[in-house]
């Protein structure tokens, strides 16, 4: 059987070691090296276990709610971040990143959309004809009322 | 004082500490640490916040910490996306 004087025990010591583990995290994440190579991914990863002891840390305070939610939502946001870095500025393990190695835009050419509706039969023909003339003798007619 | 107490505010304590390393950790120059630093910033507030409202009784502590995780994810994820470059 179960006593709320051990319940209060145990909610304790899990606090305690949370505490102590919170602790250590902080003084581990600002000694690492930033020099380092991938030093966001193990920033990110020294975050993980913060994230369990928040978890532990919810349900000692009674609110059992709180840490179901954080313990499914978390590792979204870890990989999230992760996969932002990797694609947004990791350039020593994201070769396209890299100057001159950039991937190519997927959208097409402008000429190459118009080709495709079949007015035109190439992209070559569109650009030949040229328009700018006759638009500017119809805008320079005189129009009189006699006419 | 009994030791659930005691517990209860080492672990304010210890979060604090964690939050002002958070903040040094959301200075870093890429903005993935920034990332970084904020997500760890509102987790360590939302247990704060549960701790101090466990404490003194206040209800509504509870609903903010609630809220600031849900939206804290969520304000992450989002950056995050934005910051691959979707």
Redesign the interface.
């Known amino acids: 059987m179960i006593t709320p004087s051990i319940l209060?025990?145990i909610?304790?010591?899990l606090?305690?070691i949370?505490?102590?583990i919170?602790?250590i995290?902080?003084?581990g994440?600002?000694r690492l090296d930033?020099d380092m190579d991938n030093v966001?991914y193990a920033?990110?990863h020294i975050?993980g276990v913060?994230?369990i002891a928040?978890v532990i840390?919810?349900i000692c305070?009674?609110?059992p709610?709180?840490g179901v939610?954080?313990f499914i939502?978390?590792p979204?946001?870890a990989h999230?971040?992760a996969?932002?870095?990797f694609?947004?500025?990791d350039e020593k393990n994201n070769k396209n990143l890299v100057e001159g190695n950039e991937k190519k835009d997927d959208k097409k050419d402008f000429t190459e959309e118009i080709e495709s509706t079949g007015f035109y039969k190439n992209a070559n023909e569109f650009k030949e004809f040229d328009d700018s003339e006759d638009k500017i003798s119809i805008s320079t007619l005189k129009i009189t009322e006699d006419e | 004082m009994d030791i659930l107490l005691i517990s209860k505010i080492f672990l304010l304590i210890a979060f604090c500490i964690f939050t002002l390393a958070a903040l040094r950790l959301a200075t870093h120059k890429s903005t993935t640490m920034g990332i970084v630093g904020v997500d760890a910033i509102t987790v360590s507030v939302s247990v704060i916040l549960v701790g101090l409202g466990g404490i003194y009784g206040i209800g509504f502590f509870r609903d903010i910490a609630l809220a600031l995780v849900l939206l804290g994810i969520v304000g992450t994820i989002a950056f995050a996306t934005v910051n691959r470059g979707d």
């Open positions: 209060n025990l909610q304790s010591i606090l305690i949370v505490a102590i919170t602790i995290v902080s003084i994440i600002l930033k966001v920033r990110i975050l913060i994230d928040a840390a919810f305070l009674g609110d709610l709180l939610l954080y939502l978390a979204f946001a999230a971040m996969n932002g870095y694609h947004g500025e």
